[in-house]
C-alpha cells in the first residue's frame, strides 16, 4: 500500500477539527464575497456610495419606492470585471417618493420626508426626461391635440416622438422600483448591506498583502540569520529586538503618519511591524535544522548555501510560517480596523468596518446600536475565523502526530 503523503495526513487531520472547519467556511464565504464585490452588492456603484439623506438610518428592512431618472448624459458601457472590481456608476439617478400621480406630460411624485404624515414636497418631472437622456439644450414639446412629446436625445441625436400614455406605462413598468435595504441605512442614507460587503475585500485585502509582506522579509532575515549565525545573526537579531519592543500599533501609527494617510499605506504599515513573528520562528527552527544529516549532505555535495536554504531547509519549516500567517492575517484585520477607527486608515469613502464603527459609535448607547454592533461583529467573525484555522493548522501540523520525515529537495 502506498503510503500517504504528508499534505494528505495533515489535511485528513484538520478535516476532523470542526471549528478549524467553520472558521474555513466562514473564510471561503468572506473571500467570495469580496472577490464577487459589486457584482452582488444591492448598491453597485464606486464605494457602494449612493448617498440619500432623506434616508438617514433607517432600520433593518426598510423598504421605499424609488422614482428612477435617466441621467442626461451617455451610458458609459462597463465590462463584467470592471463592475465586479472597482464598481460601475448607474446610468439612473434615483429619488425617494412618498407617492406618485400623472398629469398629463408629467408625472408628479411627492419627496420622501420619513415623517407623519409625508407633506413632502411635490415635484414635476417631464416623462420623457425620466425615460429617455433628454437633450436638455433641446425644449420638449407637448402636442395636446395628438397627446405626445417630441424631444431629442443625447446618446444618438435623434429627435424621437413618442405617446404620452405610452411614456406613462413605461414609467409605471420601468421606473418605479420597490427597494428594501436588509440592513437598513447608515447615517448618510448608504445601503448598509453593501458597504458591510465591500469592507470585506478591504479587510481581507489588508490581511494577505500584509501577510505576504511579513512572509517575504520576515523568512529572508530568520533564514539569514538562523543559517549563517554569528555577526549576521547578531545584527539581524538587534533589529529584530528593537521592532519588538515598539507597541505595533504606536509603530503602524508612525509608519502611516510617514507614508501618509490611505488603504495603500496601510498595507505596508502593517506589513512592515509583523515580521518579526515570522522572522524568529524561521530563525529558531532553521537553527535547529541546520546540524541535520541531510543539511549536512548537501554540503558535503557541494550545494551553495542559497541551494540549501531554499529547496532543503524552508520546506521544513513552512509548517510553523503558515501558522503564524493565519495569526498575523487575523491580527492585520484588527490592525486596520483600529487605524481605520482613529481616521488614519482607509479614508472615506471607502467602506471599512473600522470607520463604519466610528462613524456610528455614538449611537451604541441609543436605539440604533445596531449601526455600530454589525461591523463589529463581522470583525469579530473574521478574526475568530483566522485564529480557529490557525489553531487547527498548529495541531494538523503537530510533529508528535505524525510520522515526520525531513523533506528533501531535488
Not at 413605461?170 to 448598509?192: M, P, W, Y
Request: hydrophobic share 45%; glycine share 8%; charged share 20%.
Amino acid at each position: 500500500m502506498e503510503a500517504e503523503s504528508l499534505s494528505k495526513q495533515t489535511w485528513k487531520r484538520f478535516r476532523r477539527n470542526g471549528l478549524a472547519m467553520t472558521g474555513l467556511v466562514l473564510i471561503c464565504i468572506a473571500s467570495i464575497v469580496s472577490i464577487l464585490g459589486y457584482t452582488i452588492t444591492p448598491d453597485s456603484t464606486p464605494f457602494a456610495n449612493d448617498q440619500k439623506p432623506e434616508l438617514h438610518i433607517k432600520e433593518p428592512g426598510f423598504s421605499i419606492q424609488l422614482l428612477m431618472l435617466k441621467k442626461n448624459e451617455a451610458a458609459k458601457s462597463t465590462n463584467f470585471f470592471t463592475k465586479m472590481f472597482v464598481g460601475a456608476n448607474s446610468e439612473f439617478s434615483s429619488v425617494a417618493i412618498h407617492d406618485y400621480k400623472f398629469a398629463g406630460p408629467e408625472i408628479i411624485i411627492e419627496e420622501y420626508t420619513g415623517q407623519t404624515p409625508n407633506n413632502g414636497n411635490k415635484v414635476p418631472y417631464n416623462l420623457a426626461d425620466v425615460v429617455y437622456d433628454v437633450n436638455p439644450n433641446k425644449k420638449i414639446k407637448f402636442d395636446e391635440a395628438s397627446n405626445t412629446l417630441e424631444f431629442t436625445l443625447i446618446s444618438s441625436g435623434e429627435t424621437v416622438k413618442k405617446s404620452v400614455t405610452e411614456l406613462q406605462e413605461e414609467v409605471k413598468k420601468n421606473h418605479i422600483e420597490s427597494k428594501t435595504f436588509l440592513l437598513g441605512t447608515d447615517l448618510a442614507g448608504r445601503d448598509l448591506l453593501s458597504r458591510l460587503m465591500i469592507g470585506t475585500r478591504i479587510s481581507l485585502s489588508v490581511g494577505f498583502i500584509s501577510v505576504v509582506i511579513s512572509i517575504v522579509i520576515g523568512i529572508l532575515l530568520g533564514a539569514l540569520a538562523g543559517y549563517f549565525r554569528g555577526k549576521v545573526d547578531d545584527l539581524i537579531m538587534w533589529n529584530i529586538n528593537v521592532v519588538w519592543s515598539i507597541p505595533t500599533l504606536l509603530l503602524v501609527i508612525a509608519i502611516t503618519l510617514v507614508l501618509g494617510k490611505g488603504i495603500f499605506q496601510v498595507f505596508v504599515a502593517v506589513g512592515l511591524t509583523m515580521w518579526v513573528d515570522v522572522a524568529r520562528i524561521v530563525r529558531g527552527q532553521i537553527l535547529s535544522i541546520r546540524e541535520k544529516e541531510f543539511v549536512e549532505a548537501g554540503r558535503a555535495l557541494g550545494y551553495k548555501n542559497m541551494r540549501i536554504i531554499l529547496r532543503h531547509i524552508l520546506p521544513n519549516v513552512m509548517g510553523p510560517v503558515i501558522v503564524i500567517a493565519a495569526s498575523n492575517f487575523a491580527s492585520a484585520i484588527l490592525t486596520e480596523a483600529g487605524l481605520s477607527f482613529l481616521g488614519i486608515g482607509a479614508q472615506p469613502p471607502t467602506p471599512s468596518w473600522g470607520e463604519m464603527i466610528n462613524a456610528h459609535r455614538g449611537y451604541v448607547l441609543v436605539d440604533k446600536a445596531y449601526l455600530a454592533f454589525i461591523p463589529g461583529i463581522a470583525i469579530m467573525l473574521l478574526v475568530l475565523a483566522f485564529m480557529l484555522v490557525g489553531n487547527g493548522l498548529r495541531d494538523a501540523l503537530d510533529s508528535r502526530s505524525l510520522d515526520s520525515k525531513p523533506i528533501m529537495g531535488s
